[in-house]
């Protein structure tokens, strides 16, 4: 695997963990409360793990979102996880830019732990990688 492939999964990997770590931490009575910020960061995670693929498959580097969305849903071996990577973008567009969207911690867990969950499995099953387990 090419080394900026490499890169890619390993700050994907990071993001993905920094989510992990922010759903297990009690937060309890602080607002804002930081929930937002796990779909925050499951969208970049996700970023990663499909620049990831994108590099390793096409050597294509995209730096706009939309054009990512539109490669992603072009590219046969990882287009069954577009519509979880649309909801990624569009909950961490809401956290990162919507001043009245909030998400209640248990709707937190649906973005890392469904829809990130899915385009990591199928971008490395596309890379021919194991899914990591977590």
Same mark, same amino acid.
């Given at each position: 695997?090419?080394?900026?492939?490499?890169?890619? !999964?390993?700050? =994907?990997?990071?993001? @993905?963990?920094?989510?992990?770590?922010?759903? #297990?931490?009690?937060? %309890? &009575?602080?607002?804002?409360?930081?929930?937002?910020?796990?779909?925050?960061?499951?969208?970049?995670?996700?970023?990663?793990?499909?620049?990831?693929?994108?590099?390793?498959?096409?050597?294509?580097?995209?730096?706009?979102?939309?054009?990512?969305?539109?490669? !992603?849903?072009? =590219?046969?071996?990882? @287009?069954?996880?577009?519509?979880?990577?649309? #909801?990624?973008?569009? %909950? &961490?567009?809401?956290?990162?830019?919507?001043?009245?969207?909030?998400?209640?911690?248990?709707?937190?867990?649906?973005?890392?732990?469904?829809?990130?969950?899915?385009?990591?499995?199928?971008?490395?099953?596309?890379?021919?990688?194991?899914?990591?387990?977590?």
């Amino acid at each position: 695997m090419d080394p900026k492939t490499t890169d890619h !999964l390993r700050i =994907s990997a990071r993001n @993905r963990d920094l989510a992990r770590s922010l759903l #297990s931490q009690p937060y %309890a &009575g602080i607002q804002p409360s930081p929930w937002e910020w796990v779909a925050v960061m499951a969208f970049y995670a996700a970023v990663h793990a499909v620049n990831a693929y994108l590099w390793e498959s096409r050597r294509l580097v995209l730096t706009s979102h939309r054009h990512r969305r539109i490669e !992603l849903q072009l =590219s046969p071996h990882i @287009r069954m996880c577009s519509g979880n990577y649309g #909801s990624l973008n569009l %909950a &961490g567009y809401r956290a990162r830019y919507d001043e009245t969207f909030s998400m209640p911690e248990q709707d937190a867990r649906t973005p890392l732990e469904v829809d990130f969950r899915q385009v990591e499995a199928t971008v490395m099953q596309a890379l021919g990688q194991p899914a990591p387990i977590w």
